[in-house]
């Protein structure tokens, strides 16, 4: 397959995989995992996330706290902020990869075999990243629908529902994974300069003229 726009689909790739890491980020420390609506205070809403709780009030804003123990957290807690840390560090390790390995970046011009490592290594490090954001956004959520719709807890209990920070962190797992997929698909094009282009298309031209004066009586 040849791409003639190849730049532009690893700019596009890389922009992307910025989006969806920028957003990990954000997810990793947003403390609305978990949304808790009292009933019997409707004014108040409680959150959690990967490092603190708080309470949102309509009257006195946020007010938060930090956990004082990472044993003390639940399995699922801790698991993802572990998991998140990869995803932060290894889409930070693959921006640098394929940052390196753009064609329109000057630096290593001649080494286009190692440049094309590079995007290889940065798409790759893109997906993995990518799924490690979904892996503990997702468990969280599953573990979130068991408890809600667990029947050994009385009804009048309240209990926990999704928080924004899960929408968000499962948007930046498909955009790593999407910004690495663009990138590794110009690694099996070749690149088909406008220069080329340009003389094919005239080179075209000149043979139909050619034709052209050939038919004519």
Known sequence: MALVYRPTMQ???ILVSLLGWVLSCLTTYLPQWKNLNLELNELEIWTMGLWQAC????????????FD???ALPPELRISRILMFFSNGLGFLGLLLSGFGLDCLKIGE???EQKKRLLLFGGMLFWISGITAVVPVSWVAHSTVQEFWDENIPDIVPRWDFG????VGWLAGFCLILGGSLLNC???STEVHPSLVRYAVAEQQDQCQH???????
């Open 211 to 217: 034709v052209e004066t050939e038919t004519r009586p």
């Open 11 to 13: 700019l596009s790739g």
């Open 110 to 112: 001649r080494q286009q």
């Open 186 to 188: 110009t690694i099996c």
């Open 164 to 167: 924004e920070a899960l929408f």
């Open 69 to 71: 123990s990472f044993l």
């Open 55 to 66: 309470v949102v009030q309509e009257e006195g804003g946020m007010q938060c706290k930090d």
